[in-house]
């Protein structure tokens, strides 16, 4: 739906109806009904006329309900119309009429059908003599002559091909008219009565009258003398008071003082009808030429006849920017989320649907861009200038001045505060932005601050695709040779790819130049890590991108570590902390100390705000994006500030995980796949924090009754020990123990009392000879009874 006018001068049509029933049926007809709560549009001074606005399809529309019937009520009431809403082009008076059963070309009119009118002829008006009538038809008491668009309509309508074209145009418009009420408690109000209720007296037929109402005789006479084919009451008073009047009436009698019953709610149904078909499908045409050559749009993309999916996210804008008080609006994701793709798909719907808006996309990814594309649309709008003239100032003061118009303002890639707000000596782009009510202005960014700071409540979010619209996405970036795949390995791809837009479509362009199978793709990406790397550094071009880098996936999101990095050096410490760990299911108390709670909060809020880090509902985990987990890990090394990274994760997690305690294992369970990608991957880098690390991770194992896990923990564990603890460490030693004890649950029996033996030897090396004893003791009950002839196998379980 459009939006509703800032000013009576957004309103280009008007209708007026004489009949309450005439004014329910337009009513019942509009698309939308805008109630005047705020009394901001007013009317002019001695206006006493009560107006209803709203809609039909994108065309605004104002409602008039005449005071009472006949010519002096219609004059009157055009006169107010006119002086309050002084931009109409065009007033339909709507409503129903008695017509001429039997035309001069011998076509028949029946009870339902609907009268455009061509002229307008005062048949009352002239002087009564004894004898006869004689109607005034002098130049100066003739109505008008209808203005050329109502000429140019007239014209169209006497061809075969547009009439069909409306008839068939204002049967949808009943349909969905019967069909919207037939879903309210007046279902039936405007049902055809059926031909059976269509009667015609015979013209001759006499009746009494107690109006002025005419007979048969009188209707035929007047038809030849005049020319005419329906007779109403109001057209007259309004065809010379308003620049162009179209009378459409529905057909509820013929003209004879018979009023059939039921064909009054009837005609002015197909009259509404007929009026919506029109002002859809040939005025709002002819509206749109005429306010395409005010309005500007000015994007410098192509549309995108390759969108797909999304529809929730564009309806909501829609109906966000719908509302005209909601001046700032934000869209806000992750890079490659494609923001720029579903803001450049409102520009077109808005060109497309709004001919009176002018659509303007100003880049924000940095100043020097901004103002280059300020100045190119001061180019475009011929603004007379100076070379002292500061074209973002041009353009600010021209979109502030209420006689511009509507407008729709797009800022695209608003990722960085320096930019929008900028410094003590330096204005940002937030300076240049106009103020207006006829105005408002979409922002998309990566950043949620920025869009919470700009938009306030009217925040859009914008997440990976679903399932089906990536796959719809993939189909129609590739190129025909690509048309049979194998449902499994799409499916298996897009997941791999996260469903994220760019890395889609940057796969899809990678596929189509070299020529490489999608199945081929998949392996490569999951050859290796540096393969996979590869891929999304890869570059594609695009008629949406300022330029090929913005094609990358790796790319953008470098791109958004540095605005974090320059924002929030706590925030890029955390991310270097959960950059070595899992990247899903994040506990918020495995993350380091980084400073006060609430540095952390803001840190934590920071990574959110960026897109790094996404919070389960109602639960204190996070999870990062696999891929930028990737990208960013790649990012390091090619620093070589991996290894400090990975050797300072390691640490912080050997600190902080250190009791098997029952009441600290909820606590544990959360942190333990993190120690454990910790402690297989890095345990090399610092030896003496992974064995630390691996220890306590193997006791929680065997907790949770992971024996087979426990065991390669605690395998790896002796093994580092071996060369970082001397012989007689008591952690060695328990290790040794507990290292006994995976075997012998894994029933790994030999290992298991090797595993003693080499334990029973460390030991009797350095304790005194007396203490020997107290060792077979220890050991005795437990695995074995200890003989110098060797062991005697005991399949009791062991205690840690």
Request: a negative charge.
């Amino acid at each position: 739906m459009p939006r509703r006018p800032s000013s009576r001068d957004g309103f280009h049509f008007a209708i007026i109806c004489a009949l309450p029933l005439e004014f329910d049926a337009v009513c019942d007809s509009l698309d939308e009904v805008w109630e005047e709560q705020d009394g901001k549009l007013g009317k002019a001074d001695g206006d006493s006329s009560y107006y209803t606005m709203g809609c039909m399809g994108n065309t605004p529309v104002v409602l008039l309900l005449l005071p009472g019937e006949g010519k002096v009520d219609a004059a009157s009431a055009a006169a107010s119309l006119r002086s309050s809403y002084n931009k109409l082009s065009t007033v339909f008076v709507v409503g129903t009429c008695g017509a001429l059963p039997n035309l001069l070309d011998e076509s028949e009119v029946l009870l339902g059908d609907v009268i455009i009118s061509e002229f307008v002829v005062r048949y009352d008006f002239g002087s009564q003599y004894p004898d006869d009538f004689k109607p005034k038809t002098s130049i100066e008491d003739m109505l008008g002559r209808p203005n050329k668009e109502t000429r140019i309509l007239n014209a169209q309508l006497k061809t075969q091909r547009y009439r069909d074209k409306l008839e068939d145009n204002a049967f949808k418009s009943l349909q969905h008219l019967q069909a919207k009420i037939g879903e309210t408690k007046h279902r039936g109000k405007y049902d055809y009565p059926g031909a059976a209720h269509d009667k015609l007296f015979d013209p001759k037929y006499r009746h009494k009258h107690q109006d002025a109402n005419a007979c048969g005789e009188a209707r035929d006479r007047i038809s030849r003398r005049d020319k005419v084919i329906a007779f109403e009451k109001e057209g007259a008073g309004v065809w010379d008071e308003l620049p162009s009047c179209i009378i459409i009436k529905g057909v509820s009698d013929y003209a004879d003082s018979h009023k059939p019953k039921g064909w009054e709610k009837y005609a002015a149904a197909t009259a509404a009808s007929t009026t919506k078909a029109l002002l859809l499908h040939h005025f709002q045409d002819t509206q749109a030429k005429r306010h395409s050559e005010d309005r500007v749009f000015f994007v410098p993309f192509a549309e995108n006849y390759s969108f797909v999916g999304r529809e929730s996210v564009v309806k909501l804008l829609i109906d966000t920017l719908s509302n005209k008080r909601k001046n700032r609006v934000a869209l806000v994701g992750m890079g490659g989320v494609g923001k720029t793709q579903v803001a450049l798909k409102i520009a077109y719907m808005v060109e497309s649907n709004e001919p009176e808006c002018s659509v303007l996309w100003l880049p924000a990814f940095s100043m020097a861009g901004f103002e280059q594309a300020c100045a190119d649309l001061v180019r475009k709008l011929n603004f007379p200038r100076t070379k002292d003239d500061d074209p973002r100032e041009l353009i600010q003061q021209h979109l502030s001045s209420e006689h511009v118009g509507r407008w729709l303002l797009i800022l695209d890639n608003v990722d960085s505060e320096d930019i929008l707000r900028g410094s003590e000596s330096v204005q940002g782009i937030y300076a240049y932005l106009p103020r207006s009510r006829n105005g408002q202005i979409l922002v998309t960014t990566r950043w949620r601050k920025i869009a919470v700071d700009f938009a306030k409540q009217n925040v859009i979010e914008i997440a990976e695709m679903e399932h089906t619209d990536a796959k719809n996405l993939l189909h129609t970036s590739l190129n025909s040779e690509h048309s049979m795949w194998d449902d499994q390995v799409v499916n298996e791809l897009l997941h791999l790819l996260t469903y994220l837009p760019l890395a889609i479509a940057q796969a899809a362009a990678y596929m189509d130049i070299f020529k490489v199978p999608i199945d081929e793709y998949l392996r490569i990406c999951h050859h290796s890590q540096q393969d996979m790397m590869e891929l999304l550094r890869s570059q594609y071009q695009d008629d949406s991108l300022y330029d090929e880098s913005q094609g990358a996936v790796a790319t953008t999101w470098l791109i958004s570590f540095g605005q974090l990095q320059k924002y929030n050096s706590v925030a890029a410490k955390l991310l270097f902390f959960i950059l070595w760990i899992e990247p899903q299911a994040i506990p918020r108390s495995i993350l380091p100390d980084v400073g006060s709670e609430q540095e952390t909060l803001r840190a934590i809020g920071t990574l959110s705000s960026f897109g790094f880090l996404r919070k389960r509902p109602e639960q204190d985990i996070f999870d990062m994006h696999s891929l930028v987990h990737m990208v960013m890990q790649f990012w390091a090394h090619d620093r070589g500030i991996d290894t400090r990274m990975k050797r300072e994760t390691l640490r912080h997690l050997a600190t902080i995980f250190q009791s098997d305690k029952w009441d600290k294992r909820n606590l544990s369970r959360a942190h333990l796949p993190h120690v454990l990608h910790a402690f297989r991957a890095y345990r090399q880098i610092d030896p003496i924090s992974a064995s630390s690390l691996g220890f306590w991770a193997g006791k929680c194992l065997f907790q949770e009754w992971q024996i087979k896990e426990a065991l390669a923990v605690f395998g790896q564990v002796v093994k580092i020990q071996e060369t970082t603890l001397a012989q007689d460490d008591p952690l060695r030693l328990e290790s040794h123990r507990l290292l006994a004890i995976a075997y012998q649950a894994n029933e790994l029996i030999t290992e298991a009392f090797m595993t003693i033996e080499n334990i029973q030897k460390s030991e009797e090396a350095i304790m005194p000879v007396g203490d020997v004893v107290k060792i077979e003791i220890r050991w005795t009950g437990k695995y074995s009874k200890y003989t110098a002839g060797g062991y005697h196998r005991n399949y009791g379980a062991g205690a840690i």
